[in-house]
């Protein structure tokens, strides 16, 4: 895999970041989220992370970057799915993602970004909800 | 079924590198029974390591070794080059000390994560760091960090 795939979604840059990158490919990752950022219109970059076993030092200054290219840029970057185990590895190294936000899902990450990903209910329950 | 792990010394030249060396460090970790916690604090430290090597020391290369003392297993981690060396190692434990382009945590951040950690370098020698993790067992307070300094 030489790039990480960027998805968008109206204003909302969706990465999906999964399993171990070789320093390279974050990298790449960082100028590919500005690259689209100010391509225009966009409003909020999530990094889903829900897929990444490690984060050291070197890709923490990587998403923490990431973060502050993007509010250079005009959008808000929210990290989602961080494990807990990342989490805690994270705080006993001293390493915080300063200018990131955090999200527990992807779907409340979209939800911090004014973004509406509730799935509707279905039509059974939305009838008996919704009443006469 | 049980696979013996063999010690292995691997090289780290590059980024590409690293990620064979967290790699072993995490299936060193699984077999000696780690929880998913100390497998993540133990293959991050060695990250922190071995990307020093190879940004600080011109490259390396580092042993991931299976360890026992008595019923007590563990991993222990070697990490060295043939760079410059650390001529001042209590200031390159300092957080926020940095030569290069990262946060300065590397090390010492290093050694928060892991039990054991003894570092040997001398300006012109190079530095090795070991490093070692032990699985502990549920109830038992965590084993407190060790700290050797050799220069």
């Known amino acids: 895999m030489d790039r990480i795939p960027i998805l968008r979604l109206g204003p909302v840059l969706i990465v999906s970041v999964q399993g171990?990158?070789?320093?390279?490919?974050?990298?790449?990752?960082?100028?590919d989220v500005g690259d689209a950022v100010s391509s225009g219109g966009v409003t909020g970059v999530v990094l889903d992370v829900s897929g990444v076993a490690i984060?050291?030092?070197?890709?923490?200054?990587?998403?923490?970057?990431?973060?502050?290219?993007?509010?250079?840029?005009?959008?808000?970057?929210?990290?989602?799915?961080?494990?807990?185990?990342v989490a805690i590895t994270l705080v006993e190294m001293g390493l915080r993602l300063d200018g990131a936000r955090t999200a527990r899902s992807l779907e409340s990450?979209?939800?911090?970004?004014?973004?509406?990903?509730?799935?509707?209910p279905a039509p059974a329950v939305a009838a008996s909800e919704s009443g006469p | 079924m049980s696979v013996s792990t063999r010690p292995a010394a691997l090289p780290v030249r590059s980024d590409v590198d690293l990620m064979a060396v967290?790699?072993?460090?995490r299936t060193a970790a699984a077999e000696a029974g780690f929880s998913l916690v100390n497998q993540t604090k133990l293959v991050t430290a060695v990250s922190e390591?071995?990307?020093?090597?190879?940004?600080?020391?011109?490259?390396?290369?580092?042993?991931?070794?299976?360890?026992?003392?008595?019923?007590r297993r563990g991993v222990r981690l070697v990490v060295s080059?043939?760079?410059?060396?650390?001529?001042?190692?209590?200031?390159?434990?300092?957080?926020g000390h940095t030569t290069g382009h990262g946060l300065g945590l590397g090390l010492g951040g290093a050694r928060r994560l892991v039990d054991d950690f003894a570092i040997e370098s001398a300006p012109g020698q190079g530095t090795t760091v070991?490093?070692?993790?032990?699985?502990?067992?549920?109830?038992?307070?965590?084993?407190?960090?060790?700290?050797?300094?050799?220069s």
Do not use: C, F
């Open chain 2, 81 to 95: 080059d043939r760079g410059p060396g650390i001529a001042d190692i209590d200031e390159a434990l300092t957080d």
């Open chain 2, 22 to 25: 967290r790699e072993a460090a």
């Open chain 2, 49 to 71: 390591l071995a990307r020093n090597a190879v940004v600080h020391g011109g490259g390396g290369d580092v042993l991931v070794e299976p360890v026992q003392q008595g019923t």
């Open chain 2, 130 to 150: 070991t490093i070692a993790m032990w699985a502990t067992a549920p109830g038992l307070t965590p084993i407190r960090p060790r700290l050797t300094v050799r």
């Open chain 1, 109 to 120: 990450a979209m939800a911090m970004l004014g973004l509406d990903v509730t799935l509707s």
């Open chain 1, 55 to 85: 984060v050291d030092s070197y890709l923490g200054r990587v998403l923490t970057e990431i973060a502050a290219d993007s509010s250079l840029l005009g959008a808000s970057t929210v990290v989602a799915g961080i494990k807990p185990a």
């Open chain 1, 20 to 31: 171990d990158l070789a320093d390279a490919i974050a990298v790449a990752l960082r100028h």
